[in-house]
Nanobody, 126 residues
Framework: QVQLVESGGGLVQAGGSLRLSCAAS????????MAWFRQAPGKEREFVAA????????YYADFVKGRFSISRDNAKNTAYLQMNSLKPEDTAVYYC???????????????????WGQGTQVTVST
C-alpha cells in the first residue's frame, strides 16, 4: 500500500508561483513513475506532468509547457511540481499519482496510475 500526501497549494495572484510536494509513504516509490493531474470544478481530471523513476524522462501537457516543472527526490520519496507564471485557468485541485503496476516509463493517462493523493487546492486570482 502506498500513501501519497500533497502539500503546497494555496491562493496566489496571476503571474505568481507555487511549489507542490507529494510525499509518499508505506512503500518505496523511488522506482516508479509519478505524475501530477488536476481537476477544475465541472471538468474532467486532466494530465499535467509525469516523470520517470530515474528522472530521465519528463512529459508535460501543452498548456503548462514552459511554466511548470516536475521533479523528484527519490531519497526523500517525494515528487514536486514547480508552477510559475500561474494563470486563473490553472485553478484546480492538484493530485499526485504513482504508477507501480507495470513497466511504463511515465504514463500520461490517469487509468495507468495505481495510487492517488487526496489533492491540494490551487487558486489563482486575477
Amino acid at each position: 500500500q502506498v500513501q501519497l500526501v500533497e502539500s503546497g497549494g494555496g491562493l496566489v495572484q496571476a503571474g505568481g508561483s507555487l511549489r507542490l510536494s507529494c510525499a509518499a509513504s508505506g512503500r518505496i516509490v523511488g522506482s516508479w513513475p509519478m505524475a501530477w493531474f488536476r481537476q477544475a470544478p465541472g471538468k474532467e481530471r486532466e494530465f499535467v506532468a509525469a516523470i520517470s523513476w530515474n528522472v530521465v524522462n519528463t512529459y508535460y501537457a501543452d498548456f503548462v509547457k514552459g511554466r511548470f516543472s516536475i521533479s523528484r527526490d527519490n531519497a526523500k520519496n517525494t515528487a514536486y511540481l514547480q508552477m510559475n507564471s500561474l494563470k486563473p485557468e490553472d485553478t484546480a485541485v492538484y493530485y499526485c499519482a504513482a504508477h507501480v503496476r507495470g513497466l511504463l516509463i511515465a504514463p500520461t493517462t490517469s487509468v495507468e496510475y495505481d495510487y492517488w493523493g487526496q489533492g491540494t487546492q490551487v487558486t489563482v486570482s486575477t
